[in-house]
């Protein structure tokens, strides 16, 4: 298809480059058949740099061709082919609206928030979601958590599958057939633990080397459709002095990521903290900005920035590539992540779960 | 196994990571596999090898499920909770104190924070199944001498109760290692240092700092903030560490500052947004300004109470949820 591809276009030392255009090598068609030894002597390059310039294009312009499959699709096609990707599900209607269809699958997206803003309680959530089978509109699959700070309780993580189980019951009530319930029978507490894979890391180089090992732990366990990093900051917050490290870092693991994310048909999501942010013009104090640095902003494909307003739980999608920046309120019940109107059930239900504690008398 | 040098993999690339000088795991994963493979000279596909074998060495275990963690199987350290001697205030924790992360207890001053310290190391040295980790405290005093005084009424208290359980000559003071640091050097040295010898001479299952303000809010000047939130960061590394190494709560008080805004005065806890990232649960204690009536058995017949109140912030596993109490000779009690 394409022996017009110029040389200059590779990735090779510039001083190659000028010695191969000084010997009027231009494009690929003129490097063809061409021995290594042949190309030295034409172009004054040594014999091993020469070979080197011969792989380095064999191998670019082989890559090339592979992915030019890849390249024959048009943006119809990508688009058809993004709008049959399912979303994972939050269990708060207006998040998932705010998002599209939920958290979405191939994609990186970010929470970031205050602390007890509810990201883990969020982290938790779309866990246990990822696992609801597909005829009660989940993806039934399952989950890499990668625990960072050690707040993966398990406790409320049962709380949360609970009212989950509960939920699919009550849809299995209004529309009851056959194969509602078979899932049904399916679907326990055990079940739903075993499909999350839990990692403990307590420092940055434990994180990378989970992260190395990821595609070949998806490649085993095809079920995987979500991985959960909960922090990304932490490990990168204490006592970490080299910043270009860290940098470093953090661009090469969002790299590994995002291909994951797109090679296994994944959904990524990291949570990230909030660090103040002095404005520079002048007194004008201080606002909130997310941690890790202004390039770790370009590493993610969504941004979701949960915070308070009042004494209300607000999502702010701030950085989509689809959908438009807005804001929804959502609540943290017992249940985990909900709207917050509620249906009455539900508010029944946590009124009795609150009254003893919240209006105790005073003798 | 802690370097790359004793890994099992073939004797090639041993020796060229050995020649560039690759001498620890962190280097290894670090560096991108191009630049790994222009420094050793190995293959890419070389690399790779050496790349996951480090890794599964960094990880260790395989990954469990959430089944296994919740039923306390695998090699992880399974949660312990530390009771806090008060039913009420148990059951709003469900259970106590985690053996996780950093527990925070904040609170304007004379709200109890101290107090609620003081009970936590005794019942830290009951047996498990009364809610304690069996075992002893060490508490970090930063502000004033440690109230010795208070502990010895307080005690006195605690051994009505579980005479039963501890055996009648015993001494919950004996337990307490108390340790007075002034500034953040001697703090640092304290948990860096001596707190590892503490623990390996003696059992200790619980780490109180009484206060983490004191130190870091006097000393530094406005634009050393920074430095403030290096050294807390520090510090606060060091005790996960003693933390998780053991499996123990670490519990930190931290005081209040005031935060004007549009509705008025609002009490925030101190130390900013730096110490807020770091600590995994929050719990706030406030005065009210209702009163109940003590009936004691001391001489004075009736003292009135302050009732105060206990406030989860934010908690992983918690709901945020209220719980009055009372403070009175034995300690603080919940009042229903």
């Not at chain 1, 591809?5 to 480059?17: G, S, Y």
């Not at chain 1, 326990?188 to 434990?206: E, P, S």
């Not at chain 2, 059951?91 to 053996?99: C, K, M, P, Q, Y």
């Not at chain 2, 925030?268 to 009936?295: E, F, V, Y």
Request: hydrophobic fraction near 40%.
């Amino acid at each position: 298809m394409d022996g017009q591809r110029e040389l200059c276009t590779f990735p090779l030392a510039p001083n190659h480059k000028m010695k191969l255009s000084a010997a009027g090598f231009l494009t690929i068609q003129d490097l063809k058949g061409i021995e290594p030894a042949q190309l030295g002597k034409d172009t004054g390059l040594s014999l091993e740099d020469s070979e080197g310039v011969l792989n380095t294009v064999n191998v670019a312009d082989k890559m090339h061709w592979k992915s030019g499959a890849r390249c024959g699709l048009s943006a119809l096609d990508l688009l058809q082919e993004e709008q049959s990707l399912p979303g994972i599900i939050t269990f708060s209607e207006k998040v998932d609206q705010m998002l599209g269809v939920g958290v979405q699958l191939c994609k990186v997206t970010e929470l970031c928030g205050e602390p007890g803003v509810g990201k883990t309680q969020f982290c938790l959530q779309l866990a246990v979601d990822i696992q609801i089978p597909t005829v009660f509109g989940g993806l039934h699959g399952e989950a890499v958590y990668i625990d960072t700070e050690g707040s993966f309780i398990t406790e409320r993580l049962a709380d949360i599958i609970a009212a989950t189980i509960r939920h699919c019951e009550h849809i299995a009530q209004m529309e009851p057939n056959e194969e509602l319930l078979e899932h049904l029978k399916s679907l326990t507490m055990q079940h739903m633990l075993t499909g999350i894979h839990y990692y403990r890391c307590y420092n940055y180089v434990q994180l990378l080397a989970i992260v190395h090992l990821l595609p070949a732990f998806l490649k085993n366990h095809p079920k995987v459709k979500l991985v959960i990093i909960d922090s990304l900051a932490a490990p990168f917050h204490h006592d970490f002095e080299d910043f270009s490290l860290r940098t470093r870092i953090l661009t090469s693991m969002a790299q590994s990521l995002v291909k994951m994310a797109a090679e296994f048909k994944i959904s990524v999501v990291l949570t990230n903290k909030m660090t103040t942010k002095l404005n520079s013009s002048g007194d004008n104090g201080a606002h909130l900005v997310p941690a890790l640095g202004e390039s770790w902003g370009h590493a993610c494909t969504i941004r979701v920035n949960l915070h308070w307003e009042g004494d209300q739980r607000r999502a702010w999608l701030c950085k989509s590539p689809s959908q438009a920046e807005t804001t929804v309120p959502y609540q943290i019940t017992t249940g985990g992540i909900r709207d917050i109107i509620m249906e009455e059930r539900n508010q029944a239900q946590n009124a009795e779960d609150e009254t003893p504690v919240k209006q105790q008398k005073l003798s | 196994m802690s370097r790359p040098t004793q890994l099992d993999l073939i004797p090639r690339i041993l020796s060229a990571i050995n020649r560039a000088h690759l001498d620890s795991f962190e280097s290894i994963l670090t560096l991108s596999n191009a630049d790994i493979s222009r420094i050793t000279g190995l293959s890419l596909s070389e690399v790779q090898t050496l790349k996951t074998k480090v890794a599964e060495n960094v990880v260790g275990v395989t990954s469990m499920t959430a089944l296994d963690l919740h039923q306390g199987k695998g090699d992880l350290m399974q949660i312990c909770k530390l009771s806090t001697g008060c039913a009420q205030i148990d059951e709003a924790l469900r259970g106590g104190i985690l053996s996780r992360g950093i527990t925070e207890i904040t609170g304007e001053s004379a709200s109890g924070k101290t107090q609620l310290c003081l009970q936590l190391a005794l019942t830290v040295q009951l047996p498990q199944a009364n809610g304690g980790l069996q075992g002893g405290v060490a508490y970090i005093c930063t502000e004033d001498a440690f109230p010795s005084k208070r502990l010895q009424q307080m005690t006195q208290g605690f051994m009505k109760v579980h005479r039963q359980t501890m055996g009648s000559d015993y001494r919950p003071g004996n337990k307490i290692f108390i340790e007075h640091v002034a500034d953040y050097d001697m703090l640092l040295t304290c948990v860096n240092l001596r707190l590892p010898l503490l623990f390996a001479s003696t059992c200790v299952r619980l780490i109180i700092v009484d206060s983490v303000t004191a130190v870091f809010r006097g000393e530094y000047a406005g634009h050393e903030i920074y430095k403030r939130s290096k050294h807390l960061s520090s510090l606060v590394s060091q005790l996960l560490a003693l933390g998780s190494q053991h499996n123990i709560p670490v519990v930190c008080i931290n005081q209040v500052s005031s935060s004007m805004n549009k509705t008025g005065r609002q009490l925030i806890p101190a130390l900013g947004l730096a110490w807020s990232n770091m600590i995994m649960t929050r719990i706030m204690l406030s005065r009210t300004n209702q009163t109940i009536a003590l009936h004691d058995s001391g001489i004075d017949g009736r003292i009135e109470a302050t009732v105060r109140q206990l406030e989860v912030i934010f908690a992983p596993h918690l709901t945020n949820v209220t719980v009055p109490y009372i403070i009175d000779r034995d300690g603080i009690k919940g009042i229903t």
